[in-house]
């Protein structure tokens, strides 16, 4: 089955690129050099290649236009590789740690409270759709629609945001997978589990899967649009961790670790794709000068955090 999913999966991904490629090539059209909407490059056989730019203030880092998406699909994927390690290098994720430990630890020690209360609750309509909708979300509809959307109207920033997305939810979910498989605990309800929740994971319900559609998205729709913009896929998160809580396919710790793991993934991967045109307000929390070190006074060593606003 699984052998069966993933091929079904490669060729969706190959059919797409190609639609996508054959459609901006379309759409391209013969304009004046002299424009200052245009800049020129030469491809290695020293053919001068004019491309537009609807923005003069996008900036040009990891710009791969015209767009070929077979090239785009292999460089998410290049980005979800060195997003796996990067991330564990990354400062940013420094500012996240604190938070993810204690909420990882409280989570643990009130785990049957909260998961228990929860179960008691009646499960909302809108809330076990949202959680439902996890399963199919996991395919790659939405970011291949932004890249779609980012292609086809020659923004780049739409086109950078669909790849980072892509390369984030499927390093998430390829941690949740992995570490499913170390022993933590097992499902609160161990019947009337999907080929999804058995397959393709381990007998750990430590960390869920379900979710990570939605809190990949909210980090990274953070990162490019900003707060207002990522209240929705904030909000889906919650309902899909809540649905999948009151379910009882899984502990309250479950949720909260994929949240963490999302946000640590979603820095790997902006780092590995080297995007510096993100949102003002990303920037104001994210994008600050921090060193941390060591400062030795009087003969006495201690730790040193510089942080320029």
Do not use: C
């Given at each position: 089955?699984?052998v069966?999913?993933l091929?079904?999966?490669?060729?969706f991904l190959?059919?797409t690129s190609?639609v996508?490629?054959?459609s901006?090539?379309?759409?391209k059209?013969?304009?004046?050099s002299?424009?200052p909407?245009?800049?020129?490059?030469k491809d290695?056989?020293?053919?001068?290649d004019?491309?537009?730019l609807?923005d003069?203030?996008?900036e040009l880092?990891?710009?791969?236009?015209?767009r070929?998406?077979l090239n785009d699909?292999?460089?998410?994927f290049?980005?979800m590789?060195?997003?796996?390690y990067?991330?564990f290098t990354e400062?940013?994720?420094l500012?996240?740690?604190?938070?993810?430990?204690?909420?990882?630890?409280?989570?643990?020690?009130?785990?049957k409270r909260?998961?228990?209360?929860?179960r008691s609750?009646?499960l909302k309509k809108?809330?076990d759709?949202?959680?439902?909708l996890?399963?199919?979300?996991?395919?790659?509809?939405?970011?291949?629609?932004?890249?779609?959307?980012?292609?086809y109207n020659n923004?780049?920033?739409?086109?950078?945001f669909?790849?980072?997305y892509?390369?984030?939810?499927y390093?998430t979910?390829?941690?949740?997978?992995?570490?499913?498989?170390?022993?933590?605990?097992?499902?609160?309800e161990t019947h009337?589990?999907?080929?999804w929740?058995?397959?393709?994971?381990?007998d750990?319900?430590?960390?869920?899967?379900?979710?990570v559609p939605?809190t990949?998205?909210?980090?990274?729709?953070?990162?490019?649009y900003?707060?207002?913009?990522?209240i929705?896929?904030l909000?889906?998160?919650?309902?899909?961790s809540?649905?999948?809580?009151?379910?009882?396919?899984?502990?309250?710790?479950?949720?909260v670790?994929?949240?963490?793991l999302?946000a640590?993934?979603?820095e790997g991967?902006r780092?590995a794709?080297?995007y510096?045109?993100?949102h003002?307000?990303?920037?104001?929390?994210?994008?600050?000068?921090a060193?941390?070190?060591?400062?030795q006074?009087?003969?006495?060593?201690?730790?040193?955090?510089?942080w320029?606003?």
């Amino acid at each position: 089955m699984a052998v069966k999913f993933l091929s079904l999966f490669i060729l969706f991904l190959f059919t797409t690129s190609q639609v996508m490629g054959q459609s901006f090539i379309q759409k391209k059209e013969n304009v004046d050099s002299t424009s200052p909407d245009y800049f020129q490059r030469k491809d290695k056989k020293g053919v001068e290649d004019k491309t537009l730019l609807t923005d003069k203030k996008i900036e040009l880092d990891n710009s791969l236009v015209p767009r070929d998406g077979l090239n785009d699909i292999i460089t998410s994927f290049t980005w979800m590789v060195q997003g796996s390690y990067l991330q564990f290098t990354e400062i940013n994720n420094l500012y996240y740690l604190p938070p993810a430990i204690a909420s990882t630890w409280y989570s643990f020690d009130h785990d049957k409270r909260v998961t228990n209360y929860a179960r008691s609750r009646e499960l909302k309509k809108h809330v076990d759709l949202i959680g439902d909708l996890g399963v199919p979300l996991n395919f790659p509809f939405i970011p291949v629609g932004l890249y779609y959307y980012g292609v086809y109207n020659n923004n780049h920033h739409a086109v950078q945001f669909g790849m980072e997305y892509f390369a984030a939810l499927y390093l998430t979910l390829a941690e949740t997978g992995i570490l499913s498989f170390i022993s933590v605990h097992e499902r609160p309800e161990t019947h009337r589990l999907s080929p999804w929740e058995t397959t393709f994971r381990g007998d750990s319900s430590w960390p869920s899967g379900h979710i990570v559609p939605y809190t990949t998205l909210f980090f990274k729709t953070l990162q490019f649009y900003g707060p207002w913009w990522s209240i929705a896929p904030l909000i889906g998160s919650i309902w899909s961790s809540q649905q999948r809580v009151q379910d009882g396919k899984h502990w309250f710790s479950d949720v909260v670790a994929t949240f963490w793991l999302s946000a640590f993934a979603s820095e790997g991967v902006r780092v590995a794709g080297k995007y510096k045109n993100n949102h003002p307000f990303y920037k104001w929390i994210f994008e600050r000068d921090a060193r941390i070190g060591i400062i030795q006074h009087r003969n006495k060593v201690g730790p040193r955090v510089v942080w320029n606003f």
